[in-house]
């Protein structure tokens, strides 16, 4: 096989950018981790710290916690050479019947048609509009 | 035909003049019709307001830097991670990791989305004076 043979096109980036959203917004945690390249590195601005794939599909369950339900909307994805750029809203309704939004950006990176790194850019100022108060 | 480089260029160009208080050049990145959208009230600030902006920045704040550009151009524009370094009059230097997308028309930034996270203010704002 040439090195050639590895290079993903424009068309399979975007795919696999719209693969992960859909499996992150479906709970398909099994497909995340197929798309996730085993030492693929997931950088939040929140925090500061990078962490790694599996720490961060076991936080997945509790990343919906107060939450009906997610949807990863309006996406605009632009890919390079190695990886895209997603700009998007997050639609969330909570349990209490509260609907929220965040707006998000996601810088990925890619190898070999697996994503090898995440850096992940929102603003916690607004996580309290976004869940909304507690049930009247 | 797409030219990376001179969208490469330009981006450099754009984060450069800031850093060296070079208004002219900034202005001259930005594209008549340029707007700029920022993630802490999700509206899309005129060219001439955010200028207004940035030339008070560089009247007032001693030095800002730009520091660990990671850029990537794609069809029609770039994006550039850096952690921007300001140091205020007061000495306090603050800090704040963003995330930059710019749209590019005829070698000009005619539209630009800033992601941060206002919820870390803090680390970017000096600590303010108690009231009197």
Redesign the interface.
């Known amino acids: 096989m040439s090195e050639m043979a590895n290079v993903m096109t424009?068309y399979e980036i975007r795919e696999l950018c719209h693969e992960f959203f859909d499996a992150y917004q479906d709970g398909r945690v099994d497909v995340l981790r197929r798309i996730m390249s085993d030492d693929c590195i997931v950088w939040h601005?929140?925090y500061?710290r990078e962490t790694t794939r599996d720490e961060n599909l076991e936080a997945y369950p509790n990343s919906y916690t107060g939450q009906r339900r997610r949807t990863y909307n309006d996406r605009i994805i632009?890919?390079?050479?190695?990886?895209f750029?997603i700009?998007y809203s997050l639609n969330g309704v909570m349990h209490t019947g509260h609907k929220g939004a965040l707006?998000?950006?996601i810088?990925g990176r890619v190898r070999d048609g697996k994503i090898t790194r995440i850096?992940e850019?929102?603003?916690?100022?607004k996580?309290a509009a976004w869940m909304g108060g507690p049930r009247a | 035909m797409r030219k990376d480089w001179q969208t490469l260029e330009l981006c450099d160009r754009f984060f450069d003049s800031i850093e060296r208080k070079d208004y002219d050049t900034l202005e001259a990145c930005y594209a008549p019709e340029a707007v700029i959208w920022h993630s802490h009230d999700s509206l899309y600030q005129p060219r001439a307001d955010n200028l207004a902006m940035l030339k008070r920045g560089m009247e007032t704040q001693p030095k800002t830097r730009f520091k660990e550009r990671r850029v990537r151009v794609f069809e029609g524009g770039f994006v550039q991670q850096h952690t921007i370094y300001v140091t205020h009059e007061s000495g306090f230097v603050g800090q704040m990791d963003v995330c930059f997308v710019g749209y590019v028309r005829d070698g000009m930034i005619s539209r630009a989305y800033e992601y941060f996270d206002t919820g870390q203010i803090d680390k970017f704002l000096p600590p303010r004076e108690p009231e009197r």
């Open positions: 424009e601005n929140v500061g632009n890919a390079f050479h190695d990886g750029v700009q707006w998000i950006c810088v850096d850019y929102m603003d916690t100022s996580f």
